[in-house]
């Protein structure tokens, strides 16, 4: 049997081993930083220079690490989303630098450097990160000639399969946008979708392979098979002539955001299966897989009404048990408002404190009396907003601070919910506002592919997001193991601490025997 220090050694050769490939570009790096090991602990007597972001959602830090008096340390600091970057102060709030990226010469003793961001959101209407869950249409249109698949809701950036598929004598001819724009000369391929709604149109041209030549007898019973997909999903089939009593697959799959429905001829249901062997009859058939639009993330809700001049969102958050979570909610509106009301239900066991010192209220948002009571429901909430008035535009009314338990079940998707809007505008017309839900997604710390396994495939996903070529299902929170605000080989050791059990998990991990690598 091995030994955890030998089972930790193999797992970490086959990690340096995919690293091989890229040492070469890391040595040729013009940046000078490169401390052999800054997180391991430092040597005796090595003063240990502390980097923190202000706040914890404005952006991440990196250059901390042990160093001796007199080095120089570059220090830098990334904005997210809807923050800049402010200055670096050091303990007693001094400023240090005002670049993002600068050189600091450390000083006698350990010290921390705080980088500030500050809120200025780049689309004053909406959070970008709302932005993103907000589902847009990508419609596809078939001239005659063809049938075309894969159209639906999707969310921006998200690659789409789609397909056309033609009909006897007919070649394809291309892809091409609103604007007449060829956007591919390929039946099928991949697309990327964009933040706004998109149609797309297959075009074909008639070139029968023969045009002088009659149509040769149908002495085989042949019949015509026709399938197509509804908006939401993809066939692996066009259809074709089939000889009666023959047999072939159909499989349907659905889309992002979508389940399937069924197949159907006409208006009854002719099979409930997503693959299915069919087998054709006696006489020509059409064949439709229609799909139901039902996102799997159940906290998005209805797009919100273009008739409402004021919108409420709650934000989609990531995180692991044991954490601690800023939740916001966020307000864009067209006027000037003042009084608000609002409910809202949070998953069993991560309710926020009610006490009042607890909850933050945005600058904005000053000048209100903000009251918080228990709603009729568990978990549910109702927090008045009184006496004061928020601007125009969008901005964070009030922040929670939830404690995600240790045993959260994980790899889940966990809804809070805001609804019963009630609004005082200026002239004190009462009226409401629309919505959308938000939720708290929990996984194993060390769970870099969201699979709700820790393995040596997570320290791959860490290695890969290391060298640029993240997966899109890379999970950054979870792979964040040591919750340092960066992603670095140290978090790919620290997964392999994990899957050998000596590391920190949201529950132990087993290391079977038969399942080492050889």
């Known amino acids: 049997m091995l030994t955890v220090m030998a089972k930790r050694i193999r797992y970490l050769t086959m990690l340096l081993v995919l690293l091989t490939g890229s040492i070469g570009s890391w040595a040729q ?17 090595v003063p240990m ?3 923190v972001a202000d706040p914890v959602d404005g952006g991440t830090v990196s250059g901390a690490g042990w160093y001796g008096v007199g080095t120089n340390v570059t220090l830098r600091a990334s904005n997210k989303q809807n923050y800049v970057f402010d200055r670096w102060a050091d303990a007693n709030g001094n400023t240090v630098s005002t670049s993002a990226q600068f050189k600091y010469t ?10 500030h961001f500050r809120f200025s959101p780049g689309s004053p209407a909406e959070p ?21 698949s894969g159209g639906g809701k999707y969310l921006p950036n998200t690659r789409i399969y789609l397909s056309a598929s033609l009909n006897t004598g007919y070649v394809f001819s291309g892809w091409y946008d609103d604007e007449g724009t060829q956007v591919s000369l390929s039946a099928s391929f ?17 070139n029968p392979s023969s045009p002088g030549e ?8 042949m019949h015509k098979l026709t399938v197509t997909a509804e908006e939401g999903g993809t066939v692996n089939s066009g259809g074709s002539k089939m000889k009666e009593g023959t047999t072939t697959t159909l499989t349907a799959t659905a889309n992002t955001g979508y389940v399937f429905k ?16 069919f087998k054709m009859g006696t006489e020509d058939i059409s064949l439709v897989a229609c799909f139901t639009f039902n996102p799997s993330g159940p906290s998005e809700p209805a797009m919100p009404s273009a008739d409402k001049k004021y919108s409420f969102y709650l934000m989609n958050k990531v995180t692991k048990p044991g954490s601690v979570v800023k939740y916001p909610i966020y307000l864009t509106s067209d006027d000037k408002l003042r009084d608000m009301t609002f409910q809202l239900t949070f998953p069993e066991g991560m309710s926020p404190s009610l006490a009042l010192e607890d909850i933050e209220v945005s600058a904005k948002a000053k000048g209100y009396s903000l009251s918080a009571s228990a709603g009729d429901e568990a978990n549910n909430y109702v927090f008045t907003l009184t006496g004061g008035s928020v601007p125009n535009g969008n901005t964070a009314i009030l922040t929670f601070t939830i404690n995600v338990p240790n045993d959260t079940k994980t790899a889940q998707n966990y809804q809070v919910k805001i609804n019963q809007i009630t609004v005082v505008e200026e002239d004190g017309t009462e009226t409401t506002a629309s919505t959308r839900n938000g939720r708290i997604s929990v996984y194993k710390n060390g769970d870099a592919n ?12 860490v290695v890969d997001k290391i060298l640029g070529n993240a997966s899109d299902d890379f999970v950054d929170e979870a792979a964040n193991v040591n919750d340092d605000e960066g992603i670095s080989i140290i978090d790919a050791v620290g997964v392999v601490d994990i899957i050998l059990g000596n590391g920190n998990s949201s529950e132990p991990q087993q290391t079977e025997e038969a399942g080492d690598p050889d």
């Open 214 to 221: 009659p149509p040769m007898p149908d002495l085989l019973l």
């Open 29 to 45: 790096d013009d940046d000078p930083f490169n401390p052999s090991s800054p997180a391991e602990p430092g040597p005796s007597g």
């Open 190 to 206: 991949y697309y990327t979708t964009q933040a706004k709604p998109v149609t797309l149109t297959a075009r074909f041209i008639f």
């Open 128 to 148: 970008t990160e709302i932005a993103q869950s907000i589902y847009h249409q990508l419609t596809l249109v078939a001239e005659d000639g063809g049938s075309v």
């Open 262 to 277: 069924g197949w159907y001829n006409g208006d009854e249901l002719y099979n409930n299966n997503r693959s299915f062997t």
């Open 450 to 461: 969201g699979d709700d396994v820790v393995s040596i495939i997570d320290a791959v996903y």
């Open 49 to 51: 220079l502390s980097l």
């Open 106 to 115: 450390k000083k006698q003793g350990n010290e921390t450097l705080t980088a």
